[in-house]
């Protein structure tokens, strides 16, 4: 059954609350890339428009309560207030207040006060201490300010908080465009892909992705792996990694993914080492089993470029989550932007990323319009590509 969306829901004169991700990077008062704002406006637009009066909720960064001196650092930094003069910048048709709490008298009179097609932004979910414990008391009383909940945080919806689980379990609820639009791309990569179906997984450690290679080895026709995760993967075949990352604890996963994956895995050829991290005075590209002592490997080399492009040519249904080197150094970057090259040069497939350091290699190097579907929760897609059921998704009532 699919979720129920908010074009389900009779939303005129109600008050509803919306669950979105405004956790945007930020330098003090300044907003450095408002694309989870952006994301959130279809939704927001589509209920204001419909004479909602529209409550928003949305966590910022971190927030310690464990140290009182810094918690209240933390909620300094991690303020609210620019992002809701972003937003009114964003939804000049409609007014838009800011409450500065998220708690008591304020917040109820401002929401009390709010007319048809009115905005509100609350202060920053985890400015509460129960947030994140999905403190009962907590999401009860902030379903007692709405009269609809819509879910449209799919960075959040792998994690049981207030706001994204105690809430809509005391209300009528739905799905927002853009979780609709999630749902979509990764649920057909996963229950029904177009074939071939080639997953690309990067990044730098095997810990994090096992669930998810485990899941796509079933799935997928190629598991391709690169990026940090892959010097396991040469350890247990008995090469030497010099001082490259290594988990010597996945060591035996990794054989038995070896073992098991066959000529499903596919696994680099060569790679591009360095002397040193912060300062490398000899960079060189050698086959994977030629690695020298005193240098680590930082990026996948043309070789595996290559076989990569290759393996991944003619491929209906693409999900590429990790890059393949340090692409943040010019040096390191030629492996993942020759990966996310071969992904978006190909005709009548299905490409997604699965958010995180991916999807800023793709939005960087100019190449996001050429990909079917960026994924705006990196955490989300990879437990939602293990096939595990994410809290704030489960909650949600079917059509």
């Known amino acids: 059954m699919a979720k129920r969306i908010v074009t389900d829901l009779n939303v ?13 990077p930020h330098k003090g008062d300044v907003i450095t890339d408002d694309n989870r704002i952006q994301a959130a406006l279809p939704t927001i637009k589509y209920l204001a428009d419909h004479k909602a009066r529209v ?4 966590h910022l960064g971190k927030v310690d309560h464990k140290d009182p001196e810094k918690c209240e650092a933390d909620k300094k930094k991690n303020d609210m207030a620019p992002v809701a003069k972003r937003l009114a910048e964003l939804v000049p048709d409609h007014k838009v207040v800011f409450v500065n709490a998220t708690r008591g008298e304020e917040l109820e009179n401002a ?86 179906f080639v997953a690309v997984l990067g990044g730098a450690k095997v810990s994090d992705k096992i669930a998810v290679i485990e899941n796509l080895l079933k799935i997928a026709d190629k598991v391709i792996v690169g990026g940090g995760m892959a010097y396991t993967f040469f350890k247990a075949k008995g090469y030497e990694v010099g001082s490259s990352l290594l988990e010597e604890d996945k060591i035996d996963i990794a054989k038995d993914f070896i073992a098991k994956g066959g000529d499903k895995l596919v696994l680099p050829v060569d790679t ?6 912060d300062e490398p005075t ?15 490997g930082l990026d996948i080399g043309p070789k595996t470029v290559e076989l990569f492009s290759k393996e991944l040519a003619g491929a209906k249904t693409v999900f590429w989550n990790g890059p393949m080197g340090v692409f943040e150094k010019e040096q390191f970057a030629a492996g993942t932007i020759g990966v996310c090259k071969a992904i ?56």
């Open 282 to 296: 000899d960079i060189k590209t050698v086959d994977v089993d030629k690695m020298p002592e005193g240098y680590m």
């Open 111 to 196: 929401v009390k006060a709010l007319e048809d097609g009115d905005i509100l932004l609350m202060q920053n979910t985890r400015y509460e201490k129960g947030e994140s414990k999905n403190d009962p008391e907590l999401g009860a009383y902030w379903a007692s300010l709405g009269d609809l909940y819509v879910s449209d945080a799919f960075g959040s919806v792998h994690r049981a908080h207030a706001s994204t689980v105690g809430i809509p379990s005391h209300l009528p609820s739905a799905v927002g465009f853009l979780i609709e639009k999630e749902l979509k791309y990764l649920g057909q990569a996963l229950d029904d892909p177009k074939r071939p």
């Open 272 to 277: 591009v080492i360095a002397n040193s991290f």
């Open 55 to 58: 409550i928003l909720l949305s």
């Open 12 to 24: 005129e004169g109600k008050k509803v609350i919306v669950r979105v991700d405004f956790n945007v």
């Open 344 to 399: 978006a040069s190909l005709d009548d497939c299905m490409s997604v990323i699965g958010g995180g350091d991916s999807a800023s290699a793709a939005k960087n190097l100019g190449y996001a319009d050429k990909f079917t579907h960026i994924s705006t929760g990196g955490g989300a897609s990879l437990e939602y590509m293990e096939g595990k059921e994410l809290p704030g998704i489960a909650i949600i009532e079917e059509k």
